[in-house]
């Protein structure tokens, strides 16, 4: 079945510093993939998201490339600000399965002054 | 302007309780779901329905049941809560249930069963 990898954290991170959250995936199909992200005691907001190979996801500074050759969907930010402090949920979402989306564990990040 | 609502925000009950949480979504969306996200923070879905229909349904206990009575709201109702239902239930909704559709989530339902 789908399933999907990502980076344990807590990941820790100074303001300015680069972020990266790795992210694989297995699918049967051809998945759509996304990154969610959730702030403390809030919903999920959709960050970006890329519907097939090559394409390039982007939101508030977030980057992420949807790789088949390695099945990856990694996030990065240059430069990570306080207010980027959240647990980050990869997740893909394959037509065939119903329309359904399969997460990843989430990522927290805390970034500090 | 809220997008998915849910009531109520927190929901804490003894076990054995019968329960419903609420979800509203006001864009129109003709697809709709419930996920669950347990203490570790792992997100899976549950139920997903598309203008009424049932048309996802996970490995689920029956003493959940979801219900729609109509395509703006997907109402989950939970029988005889046990501890391990503990957990925020989130309610999203889509434009419709074809393949790229973002989802829009609810703030969550934090529901503690004593």
């Known amino acids: 079945g789908d399933s999907v990898t990502q980076m344990e954290g807590p990941v820790t991170l100074s303001e300015e510093a680069f972020l990266t959250i790795n992210c694989t995936y297995t699918?049967?199909?051809?998945?759509?993939l996304f990154w969610y992200v959730q702030y403390p005691g809030e919903g999920l907001q959709l960050l970006l998201k890329a519907t097939k190979a090559d394409d390039k996801g982007s939101n508030k500074g977030f980057e992420a490339t949807y790789r088949k050759e390695t099945t990856s969907f990694h996030l990065e930010k240059g430069s990570v600000q306080v207010s980027d402090s959240a647990v980050y949920f990869c997740?893909?979402?394959?037509?065939?399965?119903?329309?359904?989306?399969?997460f990843g564990g989430g990522t927290r990040v805390l970034v500090k002054p | 302007d809220t997008a998915v609502s849910q009531t109520p925000k927190y929901l804490v009950t003894q076990m054995g309780n019968d329960k419903s949480i609420k979800c509203e979504q006001n864009l129109g969306h003709d697809t709709m779901y419930w996920y669950k996200q347990d203490s570790k923070k792992f997100l899976k879905i549950m139920f997903s329905y598309n203008n009424k229909e049932l048309i996802i349904n996970e490995t689920v206990p029956n003493r959940f049941s979801p219900k729609s009575p109509d395509k703006a709201h997907l109402n989950l109702h939970i029988n005889s809560l046990e501890l391990g239902d503990s957990a925020v239930y989130f309610c999203a909704s889509s434009q419709d249930a074809t393949r790229g559709e973002t989802q829009y989530f609810g703030p969550g339902t934090r529901l503690l069963v004593l």
């Open positions: 699918a049967t199909g051809y998945p759509s």
């Open positions: 997740a893909l979402r394959d037509g065939a399965a119903g329309n359904k989306l399969t």
